[in-house]
């Protein structure tokens, strides 16, 4: 509370029971300028009160709101009035806030050292106050050398810092030594600044595991590990310290430098866009002076991230920066820079000394680590920098060079046509550009090659072209690929969806095609390329037909497809024949799976691939391994689906289009996540969403990619890293696009994220939101799951009037589907609820009652999911009622208690015989029930009944063997038995 009602409206002051609760409270609010305000208007209400301890708790509430926000330099003042108040009158501070007095000293030693106004004879001064009212409280060095560290190691005196690391390390520690979590990342720090990086991460292993803790860790040593992860080559580790590490220093606005460690990971492994996303969260980054040092760090990796933008060609980007105007790459590095040299040059005035000045400079000059770190969240794609083109040389000007250099591109570009290698129509592109730059006159069939390659590369567009290249080559004589051409045109008709056109296209040319073969005046290659084209028209045709064998359609294409073999079969030692049989191959693949053959389609999809790949064509056999992998997934043969989707990547590499890449990367994920393999699932999804960013579509196929990813990383117990990704993703999936599934998944699975992390409101939210699109759909199980989800979320919350009212809405939606076990189990959950509340037993015994009825009613009915789950329910039910029963009357008289803990025993023994019936799978529950009603009857007296509890316990798990009874659980109850023994048969 911070106000109490006055007379007229006018607010009375505080008692300090209240003060205490309103500090309590403000301590509880995010760090920043509204916080540290409230403490300064807490301090004022404390004055009123004419307690010194108030006024003394008060000023220790500002110094710990100063010391964790921006406004840092304001510390000094309350706690020289607290340090005078202290010499003054010692007996006015109570043992916790002596405690407190001595425990900022250290924060006014780090506070100084980050203020580059405070000479430095003064911080040597106040070193020497430190240690010598240190020692005369009784406490060790081991603070007092921490902050000599931090002097030397500022000012650069490395002989000095050693000596202090050392010292600090000798001396005991005591209750002002800092926390193991914040000393270690110190000293780890110290390490990585030495570049012994494998010693730094050996030391912050604790902190990193969760050993060690506290307010600020692992926030801080994550931040720091990820420079010595880059360098060590870690590279998925330091991706999983900066999601999980930025999730954490987010919101804390003292945090600072460590956010700007964040900020310098992305400037050196390829993730400028996500820095630029950074700085623009903390605008007030920066222009808050408070903490100059936090202050120059920023800036200097500011600068950093801009200049890498200039360096990419990206000088001109408009970048977020100080408000006020609109800052480009270029002009926000050059402002950065200088700012983070002039406050450098104030500490190293201040120091006496260069050395901030040259660590600044090194740390804005860093060239990158890593030239691409996928993080799996949603990026914008950097714009590639243009290359500035050469001027062409002048026509003619080296006659003997151009006939040389044109002589060579002819004939690679006549080399890679022949292998048929997708880089041919970039090559004969450019025997054009240098017959054009020396004024060379190229044949006629050379300019035939250049349109008929051209035409190629214009895909849908290349008609016209195709129809060129087909009259030159017969102005060349080659009658016979001109009727190819004209095939290939045809195809690109009946891309265009022109079929009928296309098929009366194909007809002149594949008849004369086959009669002049006939003649002997064409080759079995050229005759291919006008069947292959043939075959390519009937299978788009086919396509559209109707899934029959019988189909004319599909009989009409599978006889093209098997022409097309029968011709070529006998010279496939010729490559481009042996691509021609493969694609047939291919074809008539693709005929067996729309006609539902999926065994059939899978091997013929096999031996396409093989033929390709022994053709030395690797990356035509790319589309076949890739739907020879969905066939297999179909078919459960995950084995095949999983070499054939890393067989697509391999022939793949070096030819796919981003998109391709992004495609393949979540075939296999998909595959390796549905047989378990997480962690390599994980992987193949992060390059998917890379990919997809790269193609631009981060907000279609990438954000599917991290919907997949999120999932797989909470499987894996990655639960911060999980939260980061999907709540990249779900701004992107969008019903019409993804399907509202997709939307409530992602909310499911980052609600469940947000449980494991502790954050139960964002939890309960988010199965909220999931809730109410679940709350449109025919069937209502989700819907009843995700608000009994967020029911026990807004439990955990405390805020128990809204858990109510979503257990009330899941015990609707239970009640609707007949499913009794969600049902009761929102009844039981409602009663805990409202045990909590004053005057709340009478209600909660009535809800509890009415779960054992529902039960009960059930049973009578006979459950349609199984007798057994229902009496286990029912059983949980009365053991639960019980232990509700006995907790309720601790206030109570000795008659009540006695009455209450009857009804708890009741309850308790009818838990007990129900898991009992259930046999040896509830063992466990059943000894659970016994040693409650166990203790319950010692309590009431009846020590011969609670000892013969304790004996069945015990009897239970002999007889229960070896193996079930040396379980955690089982030692627990066995030991506990055995305490209840102890106690029966001591006060028998």
Known sequence: MSELPGVHGVPAAMDFDALREAMQENYEQPEGPARNARAEQLLVEAEKLNIPLAVIEALGHQLKVYNYSSEKDKMFVPFARLLRMWDERPEDFDEYEIHSLHWVFKWMSAGMLSQ?????????????????????????????????????????????????????????????????????????????????????????????????????????????????????????????????????????????????????????????????????????????????????????????????????????????????????????????????????????????????????????????????????????????????????????????????????????????????????????????????????????????????????????????????????????????????????????????????????????????????????????????????????????????????????????????????????????????????????????????????????AAGLFAETSAAYVAAGLPWFAVEYEARLAGLASHLGDMETAERASRAALEHGAGQLEPMGHAQLNLQLAEILGSSGRLGPAAEHALEAAHWADEAGESATFGAWARHQLGGFLLRLGRFAEAAEVLESALPDLTAETHGDGAIVQTQWWLGDCHTELGEHRQAAEQWLRAAEIARHWPEQRDHAMLAHLAAEALGHAGLPTEAVRAYERAGELWRSLGNVHGLVRSLRARAWVAAQEDDGVAAARELMGTAAQECERALAAGPADGEESVLAELANTHRQFGDLIARSVADESDDEVQKAFEEALDHMSRAAAGFAALGAGALDSRTGAELAAGWLEADLGRMDAAAERARSVLSAYADAGAEAADDETARARTAEAGRLLEVAEGQA
């Open 116 to 600: 580059p106004h405070i000479p430095l004879a003064s911080i040597e001064k106040w070193l020497g106050e430190m240690e010598h009212r240190y020692r005369l409280a009784g406490h060790t060095e081991r603070a007092v050398r921490s902050a000599e560290f931090s002097v030397a190691n500022h000012i650069g005196d490395r002989a000095r810092a050693e000596r202090a690391y050392a010292a600090w390390l000798a001396a005991d520690r005591d209750s002002m030594a800092d926390c193991h979590a914040c000393e270690l990342h110190d000293q780890g720090w110290w390490k990585a600044l030495l570049r012994q990086d494998a010693e730094a991460l050996e030391l912050w292993r604790p902190v990193l595991e969760g050993e060690y803790s506290c307010a600020h860790e692992p926030h801080a040593v994550l931040a720091s590990s990820l420079l010595p992860l880059l360098r060590l080559g870690r590279l998925d580790e330091a991706r999983a310290h900066h999601l999980r590490g930025f999730r954490l220093v987010r919101a804390m606005e003292s945090m600072r430098g460590a956010y700007a460690d964040h900020v310098e990971f992305c400037a050196l492994t390829g993730n400028e866009a996500r820095g630029l996303e950074l700085l623009a969260e903390r605008p007030a980054y920066f222009t808050d002076t408070g903490e100059p040092r936090s202050h120059m760090d920023f800036l200097a990796v500011v600068a950093l991230l801009t200049d890498r933008l200039v360096s990419l060609g990206l000088g001109e980007q408009t970048v977020p920066g100080p408000a006020g105007r609109t800052w480009t790459a270029a002009e926000l590095a050059a402002h950065a820079r200088v700012e983070a040299l002039a406050l450098a040059a104030r500490f190293d005035e201040r120091n006496g000394t260069s050395y901030i000045s040259s660590r600044i400079k090194e740390r804005m000059e860093q060239e990158p680590l890593v030239e691409r770190l996928p993080l799996g969240v949603r990026r914008t794609r950097t714009v590639t920098a243009s290359v500035p083109k050469q001027p062409a040389p002048p026509a003619r000007e080296n006659e003997e060079r151009g006939e040389r250099d044109l002589t060579e591109l002819l004939a690679e570009a006549r080399r890679l046509s022949a292998a048929m290698n997708p880089a041919s129509v970039e090559a004969w592109a450019a025997v054009a550009r240098e017959a054009e730059a020396a004024g060379a006159e190229l044949d006629v069939r050379d300019r035939a090659e250049i349109a008929d390659h051209s035409a190629m590369g214009l895909g849908p567009d290349g008609v016209e072209l195709f129809a060129e290249a087909a009259r030159l080559y017969e102005e060349a004589g080659d009658l016979g690929e001109a009727l190819a051409a004209r095939a290939r045109g045809a195809c690109v008709v009946a891309l265009n969806g022109r079929l009928p056109e296309a098929l009366e296209a194909i007809a002149e040319p594949y008849e004369r095609v086959l009669a002049l073969y006939a003649e002997g005046g064409t080759d079995v290659r050229q005759v291919a390329s006008v069947l292959v084209g043939r075959a390519r028209i009937l299978m788009q045709r086919a396509h559209g037909a109707t899934q029959s064998v019988d189909d004319e359609a599909v009989v009409t294409a599978a006889a093209a497809a098997q022409e097309l073999l029968d011709l070529v079969g006998p010279h496939t030692d010729e490559v481009r024949l042996a691509s021609r049989a493969a694609e047939a191959h291919g074809m008539l693949g693709e005929l067996a799976a729309h006609v539902g053959d999926a065994e059939a």
